[in-house]
């Protein structure tokens, strides 16, 4: 039994379908906020497209040059555009740029004066109640986050060391577009982590204590998407069907897990980022293996989990991810992060955040995440 629920249009499209979809969105619109990763973007190709699809607007374009944003860079960009009366954001990039991009759109208009004012803001979920909250598009230039596709942004308090969320189903995106042609020029090691990222959000979603019939058919049809795609996409990253691939299989990961969120690999990895820089898939991944060997008797139809991943055991699957670690450069071993014990207990005592590690099947102390984490020191 379940329900399950996403209101977001999804175009697997060309990036030009733009110009529709801000027309059927509101066709007095006049003025957007774009957010866009910096570097060369706007000299790429897709820039140039887009420029030319957003011609007929007002736009302020912010250029994010940061990733995994932090309050202070929430609000850095929020004093960019508060006085800027915008109608619509469109953000174009990874997982942080459509972040950035749906907390911007759930805070517009809201008097907030200092980074201290945000974090309460957040923390109160103040911004569910604002009334100008506007309609966003997301374009994922990787294929990963999913951000697209779910109602929350991961905005991270290093003051505190903590992980926040903005969240709330107001802020599911009008419409993703996805365009797979984007993520051709992403570099090895970009488009590995982000696919891992893409494989935990689906595993997880399976097991997770809300999956229902619909999110793990979706889920099982992202794992076998990834898995089978994975290496092939590293090998001829430019070869655009394989890109497709990895694309379904993130957008299927995230429509899974726009239902049931993440659970115990996620809560883990949180820490591991803080305090080891660890990247967010590859913290993410390191321990699938290890707690699908904890989660395993408790997981609905488990053989159909372990057939999608094409193994036998939870062993294989663990060989499995260290080869797509080593395929990627990642090491799946924490003493090569310079984890020591001291660091391990730690994040052991951080590995809990609410709504994550509550959502895990089985129920793990920190003890039992310690011992996770020595198995793969
Ligand atoms: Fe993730």
Known sequence: MGNYYNPVKIKIASLEVIGNVLNNLNPQLSKIVLLTRGGDFSESQAGQTLYKCLEGFEVKQLEVEISNPDVEDLFHYFQQINHFDYQCIVGIGGGSVLDLSKSLSALKNMEIDSTSALRSVIEQKLYKENPNIVPWIGIPTTSGTGSEVTCWATIWDRANGVKMSVDSEKLYAHTAII?????????????????????????????????????????????????????????????????????????????????????????????????????????????????????????????????????????????????????????????????????????????????????NPVALTKEDVKQILLSIY
């Open 179 to 359: 365009d797979p042609t984007l993520t051709a020029s992403l570099p090895k090691s970009l488009t590995a982590s982000t696919a891992l990222d893409a494989l935990c959000h689906a595993t997880e979603a399976y097991w997770s204590k809300n999956s229902n019939e619909i999110s793990r058919v979706y889920s099982l049809e992202a794992i076998h998407s990834i898995v089978n795609h994975f290496e092939k996409v590293l090998n001829h990253p430019t070869e655009v069907t394989l890109r497709k691939e990895i694309a379904l299989g993130s957008l299927y990961a995230g429509l899974a897990f726009s239902n049931t969120r993440t659970t115990a690999c996620h809560s883990i990895s949180y820490p591991l980022t803080l305090e080891l820089g660890m990247v967010h898939g590859i913290a993410a991944s390191i321990t699938l293996a290890k707690v699908m060997e904890i989660n395993f008797d408790s997981i609905i139809e488990n053989d159909k989990l372990l057939q999608a991943f094409g193994v036998s055991s939870c062993s294989e699957i663990q060989e499995l991810i260290e080869h797509f670690h080593q395929l990627s450069g990642f090491s799946s071993k924490l003493r090569d992060y310079k984890a020591n014990e001291e660091i391990i207990e730690t994040i052991a005592g951080n590995a809990f955040t609410k709504g994550r590690m509550d959502n």
